[in-house]
């Protein structure tokens, strides 16, 4: 599954959305960084220019499964990573509504329907913000994404390398029925189930592979922060999503000679 290409009216900024992001454009920011993160990214060179969203209701058509045997359902596969890519596009159009450069801190939250088990809500969110000094700005034209944090996003500023888009692959695999089931004298020893076994590790690689030709096609050097996510989603069974998720870099000079790591007591008052 590959991305899709920009969104078109249908799909940009909603009114309603301008009207919010009027504010930005006068110069009063918003924002769901920490303290911490504001000064790091002030500190990068870049200012944070408002918090920008975007959101999908979509329907998940119905599949037929094959009962005796393990594979993916390719119907919720791509409506779940369509919906996903319609909620990062918007965003995406919001920060280019207000100038931005690039969206950091990317929230990508999924929200389920009680009653309604097909329907499905994907929203994303982050901080759009614009690098101060003009030769920091992508070159694309379209504002970059990533999930990383004020702190991390930072730190590979230093290493030279940047940011340039939120990856993801997805893949929503039907287990077959009997892959789990322990009989006889094994039900009293410890034993792999390797038909289960075989078909989560599939689910996965499907994830994994399509997240990386999405950063192939933004000729990524590599990604960072991947993150897999497990979801048994409302319409039950034995139909489990695999999220691959991570921010795609591409390499450059050093910024800074990078120091050696410091051992740091953290002195805050937390509960354990």
């Given at each position: 599954m590959q991305r899709?290409?920009?969104p078109t009216d249908e799909t940009g900024v909603r009114k309603t959305g301008r009207e919010r992001l009027q504010d930005s454009k006068d110069g009063l920011f918003t924002s769901d960084l920490t303290v911490n993160e504001y000064l790091l990214l002030e500190d990068a060179g870049y200012e944070p220019l408002g918090l920008v969203l975007g959101s999908s209701i979509y329907h998940v058509g119905?599949?037929?499964?094959?009962?005796?045997s393990s594979h993916e359902l390719t119907v919720p596969s791509q409506a779940l990573y369509h919906a996903r890519e319609l909620a990062?596009?918007?965003m995406q159009s919001e920060a280019e509504e207000i100038g931005a450069d690039g969206v950091v801190g990317v929230r990508l939250d999924f929200n389920g329907f009680a009653g309604a088990n097909h329907?499905?809500?994907?929203?994303?969110?982050g901080t759009a913000v614009r690098a101060r000094a003009p030769a920091n700005r992508p070159a694309g034209g379209r504002p970059f994404t990533s999930d990383l944090s004020g702190q991390d996003f930072w730190t590979l500023l230093r290493t030279g390398a940047r940011p340039v888009g939120l990856v993801l692959g997805s893949c929503v695999y039907s287990v077959a029925v009997g892959a789990s089931r322990v009989v006889g004298a094994r039900m009293f020893s410890n034993v792999e189930l390797p038909a289960l076994t075989q078909a989560l590790y599939d689910a996965r690689e499907l994830a994994m592979t399509r997240m990386q030709h999405e950063?192939?096609?933004l000729e990524a050097d590599g990604i960072v922060g991947v993150r897999i996510h497990e979801h048994r989603h409302s319409w039950g069974g034995r139909a489990i999503e695999f999220v691959a998720i991570g921010t795609a870099i591409v390499r450059g000079a050093p910024a800074t000679a990078l120091e050696?790591?410091?051992t740091v007591l953290d002195l805050n008052d937390s509960e354990r």
């Open positions: 899709r290409s920009a119905f599949q037929r499964r094959r009962l005796g990062m596009q918007r329907l499905a809500e994907f929203v994303a969110v950063a192939k096609a050696s790591p410091m």
